[in-house]
């Protein structure tokens, strides 16, 4: 298994451009998560998804959007970048959501800067 | 809002020693508590987690105890190797209702382990 993977790794965008981050998972878990993590903070959720066709707004929802076309891919979409916007992203995905006996798996993170 | 905090954000100790790393919360609902390593350039690796309705759990070399008389968690890392060094995180989820499944992180604490 691949566990979790995410594409791309590295990303540079201007102001206003738009791009989609892919996270792809091969463990068949119902949940997927995608989050943000910034210089001296912990990861922030920003949207997640409860199994295919669905999502829902995490902490950090603004100018992100997101899918779950498929349950083993789940796409960020950032319509119009923001410098506020430069950060690590990170998608996870889980079997449950978040019990005792579930456990988030991490895929390695995108590094996006926006200029 | 509901926060976890950690009060070291660094920790420098020599191989071989003993490791622990604190973590505050402040959700008194939080009923699902987990610890996660993150080195360099990777994503966060779940090490251990806990119960709301224990106080202790032991895992290959690490140990988390919870207290929830003041809110206070702990990672115990024993004979702490040079690998051990990274940040770790603690997060914390409520089951039920609509936090379920999400997790809340706290800022981290850098580990690092001198030969």
């Known amino acids: 298994n691949a566990g979790v993977t995410q594409t791309p790794k590295f990303r540079v965008l201007k102001t206003g451009q738009s791009m989609t981050l892919l996270c792809a998972q091969d463990?068949?878990?119902?949940?997927m998560y995608w989050y943000r993590q910034d210089p001296g903070m912990g990861l922030r959720l920003i949207h997640y998804?409860?199994?295919?066709?669905?999502?829902a707004k995490g902490e950090v929802p603004d100018g992100y959007n997101v899918s779950r076309l498929k349950k083993q891919n789940f796409l960020l979409g950032l319509e119009s970048a923001a410098p506020s916007q430069t950060s690590v992203y990170f998608c996870a995905s889980s079997t449950l959501a978040g019990g005792a006996t579930d456990t988030q798996y991490f895929g390695p993170g995108t590094r996006l800067t926006v200029l | 809002g509901e926060s976890v905090g950690l009060h070291l954000p660094t920790l420098s100790v020599q191989e071989g020693d003993n490791s622990i790393i604190n973590c505050a919360y402040s959700n008194s609902a939080s009923d699902y508590f987990i610890w996660y390593k993150q080195e360099s350039g990777k994503g966060p690796q779940f090490i251990i987690d806990i119960r709301s309705n224990m106080d202790k759990r032991q895992g290959q070399r690490v140990t988390v105890l919870l207290n929830k008389t003041v809110k206070h968690l702990s990672l115990q890392i024993a004979a702490t190797q040079p690998g051990d060094s990274a940040v770790y995180f603690c997060?914390?989820?409520?089951?039920?209702?609509?936090?379920?499944?999400?997790?809340?992180f706290g800022q981290g604490t850098i580990l690092t382990v001198h030969p």
């Open positions: 463990m068949n878990h119902e949940y």
């Open positions: 998804s409860v199994g295919e066709g669905t999502t």
């Open positions: 997060a914390e989820a409520t089951a039920g209702g609509t936090s379920y499944g999400k997790l809340t």
